[in-house]
C-alpha cells in the first residue's frame, strides 16, 4: 500500500508535527502535479525505470492510456522518439485536465507498507520535496555509488524534452527523528496497490544516482544558456527517508558473468582471491549460508561454490562490501562481460538457460555500511545496493517550469 499526504508549507517549514525546512541542505516545498482522480492510483502507477521490463512495460500500459510509465519509459510513436512522445504526454495531459498543478507548495508525506522477504509487515516513511543540487566537493548531497554513461544519458534526454522530475530520487538523511516526524495528521490525499502486493547532515543519494548526476549536468546546462539564472532546475524531486535499519530494506545485486573465452575455468581464477569450498545446498538457501559463513557464492552449469575472501582479497578490497572484492578478483580476469541480477533464483536461472557463464552471488552491503561510506564522500562499486520496495511513479510529479 503506497500513500501520500501534501502539506501545505508555511514560511518557516513543513508545518506543526512533521518536518522543517531548515533540517535539510535546502530542501523545499513545491506545487506538486499530481493526478487529477487521484484517491486510488492503482492503475497509474509504475515502478522506477530501471526495474520494469517490456513485458512489464506492456502490462502497465494495458491498466490505462494514463499510466505513469509512458511518461517515465517512453516509447517511439508515430513516427516520433521516446522523448518527443513523453513530452507531448506530459504537456497534453496537464492541458486535458488529466493532471494538475497544486495550488501551493507543499511536502508530501510517502510512506510504503509492504511485506519483506521473510513475510513481516514493513513501511518506510519519507519526505518528498526539492532538494537543492550540489556537487560532490560542495558536500549537502553524497552519491555512495558509481553510475554508468549510458542511464545518464537516456535520463538526460527525457529531461530536456519533458522539463519535469517524473520521479523522486532517494535520499537518506542521517540524523535521528525523522520518521516519528512524519506521522500523517490526517488521512491521506491519495492511495495506491501496486502489482506486488533531515539533517544539519548532508544527505546520502540511496537511489536515483543516475537521475540525480543528470538533473545536475541538466542544471549547468541552464545555467550556462540563461547566463546563471536560477530556476527549476537549480534542485531535484527527493523522497528522503531517515537512515535507520526498521525503515529500509536492502537488498544485494548479483553479477552475471559471460563473454569470457571458451575453456576459461572459473572457479580456478577466482581461487587467486577466495578460498573455495563446494556448497550443495539448492540456491535458494545459499544467502543464509553466505550469511553465517561471510562469503560470495558462485554458480556455473557444473554447480555452487562458497567463495570466503582471503586476507589479502580484504586488504586490497576499497570497501569491506562483497562487490568490492569481487572487482579485487575479477580485475585478474580476461576481458569480459558483467551484468546485474536481482534475486537469487532469476541469477541461477541464467546460468542455467546459457545466458551467462557464471553467476556470483553478493551480501547486502547494511544501511550503516551505506551512511558511513555516503558520509565519508566515497562510492561503492556500480549496482552494490538495491533498495526495496522502489517509490512508484506516479504519486506526484514536479515541473520544472513552476
Known sequence: MLVAHGTPAPAGGLGPGLCYAWWMPRFQPFAGVRYTSDDRLDDVLAPPYDVITADERAALVARSPYNAVRLELPADEGGRDRYQVAASLWASWRADGVLRSDDEASFYVYRMGYRDAAGTPRQTTGVIGALA?????????????????KARADRLDLLRTCRANLSPIWALSTTPGLTELCELPAPPDARGTDAVGVAAAPVIVADGHHRYETALAYRDERRAATGGSAGGHDA??????????????VAPTHRLLSGLPEGFDVVDALSASFDVEPAPAPPGELPARMAAEGALALGTTAGWWLLRPTPATEQAAEH???????????????????????GVAAAAAAVADGRAQAAVLLRPASVDQIARIGRGAARMPAKTTFFTP?????????????
Open 320 to 342: 569491506a562490501l562483497d562487490s568490492s572484492r569481487l572487482d579485487v578478483a575479477l580485475a585478474a580476469f580476461p576481458p569480459h562481460t558483467l551484468e546485474y541480477q536481482h
Open 133 to 149: 543540487l550540489s556537487t560532490l566537493d560542495e558536500g549537502d548531497v553524497l552519491p555512495h555509488e558509481h553510475t554508468t554513461p
Open 236 to 249: 531535484v524531486m527527493a523522497w528522503v527517508v531517515e537512515a535507520r535499519q526498521d525503515q529500509l530494506t
Open 390 to 402: 522502489k517509490p512508484r511513479t506516479g504519486m506526484v510529479f514536479r515541473s520544472l517550469d513552476a
